[in-house]
C-alpha cells in the first residue's frame, strides 16, 4: 500500500488529508492526516493525476518515426511533465482506422509506462470501428495524410459516424487553399479558416447527433462560436493548449519562428487573453498540450508542432501563480473533465482523489521554481518551446496507479 499525506486538491475544495492506494493501484481510503505516511507534504499541492488528451507519440507500426518519439519515450516525457495518462492521436503513416490497425497500435501503446488511449482516425472511406473509441478528423491539411480537401467530402464520411464522439481539428481546407500562398504561416492559416471550420464542425455535431470536441482551439471569435452553441445545448466540449495561452504573434522573431510554427498559428495577444480566461472560467473544458515531437532538423523545414508533455505541470504552476487560477480550477480542467471523457470509453476513473478512483496523483510544488533546459528533458525530440523559461512551481511527484516517479 502506499499513503501519502498533505494539501489535496479537487473540483470542490482543497483539504488537509491522507490518502491510501492499494496493491491494485485504486485509491481504497481518504481520511485524516496521521502524522506518519510514505509521503507527508507540507505546502505542496496534490492533484488529481493530469490527463492530456491531445499527444502525439508518432511510433505506429511502420516504426519511420520512432526517432521523434515513441511510446515509451512519450510515457517518460508525461511522468517527467506530472501526466498521469494521456490520449494519443492518430495522423501516423499507418492511421489506425480500422479493427486491424487499432489493435496493432494498441499493443505498441502497451509499451508507455503510464497509460495511453488511442483516437481513431477518420479519412476517406473510413467507418466506425466495432467498438466504442473517440475518433479524431483532420478537416484539412496538416501533419500526415489523414485529412480532408473539402467540406463535401468530409461531411460523406461524417455521416457514417452519427452518434459517435469525434474530435476536429479546425482549419476550413478551401480557406488553407486560398492562402496557401501568402508570405508567413499565419497568414497562410488565418483566424478566418479556423472560425469558419469551427461553424462547419458545429453544424455536423447537431446534425449527426455526434459528442464533439473542438481541438486547441485559438481564436476568441471560435471560443465565442463554442460558448453559443454549449447554451443551445449543443453536445460540445473545447481544448485549448498551453502555446496559445503563453504565446502570441509577438513572440515570433525572424530567429525563432520556425521553432515557434503550429496548426494552428499563434494569435493575438487579445486572442491570447480571451482563451486565459475562458479556461478559468470553464468556458474552454480542457488544458490539452498538442505534444508534437519534430526534431529542430525537421522544424527548420518548415513542419508544424511542439513537443509539451516534460513541461505540463511547470505551466500549470504559472497558471496558477501568474494569471491567478484556483487549484479548484486547475483540478476541473486537468484532471476532472480528461478524466471523464476518458471514463466513457474504458470505464477506468481518473480526475478526483475518492475512493475507488486511479491511484494516480501529481504533486506541484509551487515555492519551487524550475528553468526549463534541454538536458532535463525525457521527449526524444530533444526540445521545448519553453526553453531558457522560469516557471514558478514544479513536479516533485508523479503517481501511476500507486507507483511512484519523483525526487522524493
Wanted: hydrophobic fraction near 35%.
Amino acid at each position: 500500500m502506499l499513503t501519502l499525506e498533505g494539501n489535496i486538491v479537487n473540483t470542490n475544495k482543497i483539504f488537509r488529508g491522507r490518502i491510501e492506494i492499494d496493491e491494485s493501484g485504486l485509491i481504497t481510503k481518504i481520511g485524516e492526516p496521521k502524522g506518519s505516511a510514505d509521503f507527508i507534504f507540507k505546502d505542496e499541492l496534490i492533484f488529481p493525476g493530469f490527463v492530456d488528451l491531445h499527444a502525439h507519440a508518432r511510433e505506429d507500426a511502420s516504426h519511420t518515426q520512432d526517432y521523434k518519439e515513441d511510446f515509451i519515450t512519450a510515457g517518460e516525457a508525461a511522468i517527467n511533465g506530472g501526466v498521469v495518462a494521456f490520449a494519443e492521436m492518430p495522423n501516423n503513416p499507418i492511421p489506425p482506422i480500422d479493427e486491424e490497425s487499432y489493435e496493432g497500435k494498441q499493443e505498441l501503446a502497451k509499451k508507455s509506462s503510464v497509460p495511453v488511449f488511442l483516437y481513431a482516425g477518420i479519412g476517406n472511406q473510413t467507418k466506425p470501428l466495432s467498438r466504442k473509441v473517440p475518433y479524431k478528423v483532420f478537416m484539412g491539411p496538416s501533419v500526415g495524410d489523414l485529412f480532408f480537401h473539402s467540406k463535401k467530402d468530409l461531411e460523406e464520411t461524417i455521416k457514417l459516424y452519427k452518434g459517435q464522439n469525434i474530435s476536429f481539428h479546425c482549419e476550413d481546407p478551401e480557406i488553407l487553399e486560398k492562402n496557401k500562398n501568402e508570405l508567413t504561416h499565419e497568414k497562410r492559416r488565418p483566424e478566418e479558416a479556423e472560425i469558419s471550420a469551427i461553424d462547419f464542425a458545429l453544424g455536423m455535431i447537431e446534425k449527426y447527433n455526434l459528442q464533439g470536441k473542438i481541438c486547441h482551439c485559438s481564436t476568441k471569435e471560435g471560443i465565442e462560436k463554442i460558448k453559443s452553441a454549449k447554451m443551445r445545448g449543443v453536445n460540445v466540449v473545447v481544448e485549448v493548449s498551453p502555446h496559445h495561452l503563453y504565446f502570441d504573434q509577438e513572440a515570433i522573431t525572424e530567429n525563432n519562428r520556425n521553432l515557434m510554427q503550429m496548426n494552428p498559428p499563434l494569435r493575438t495577444p487579445n486572442d491570447k487573453k480571451y482563451l486565459l480566461q475562458a479556461l478559468k472560467d470553464g468556458t474552454i473544458d480542457f488544458l490539452a498540450t498538442d505534444h508534437a515531437p519534430h526534431t529542430k532538423e525537421e522544424k527548420l523545414k518548415g513542419i508544424s508542432g511542439t513537443p509539451q508533455l516534460d513541461t505540463y505541470g511547470p505551466f500549470v504552476s504559472w497558471l496558477i501563480k501568474e494569471h491567478g487560477f484556483a487549484g479548484e480550477e486547475i483540478a476541473r480542467v486537468c484532471a476532472y473533465n480528461p478524466g471523464k471523457f476518458l471514463e466513457e470509453f474504458t470505464g477506468e476513473k481518473y480526475g478526483e482523489i475518492k475512493e475507488g478512483y486511479a491511484g494516480s496523483l501529481t504533486v506541484l510544488d509551487m515555492n519551487n521554481p524550475i528553468t526549463i533546459k534541454k538536458e532535463m528533458l525525457k521527449t526524444k525530440c530533444g526540445w521545448s518551446p519553453f526553453e531558457g523559461v522560469t516557471f514558478p512551481g514544479s513536479v516533485v511527484l508523479t503517481v501511476i496507479k500507486g507507483k511512484t516517479y519523483g525526487k522524493r
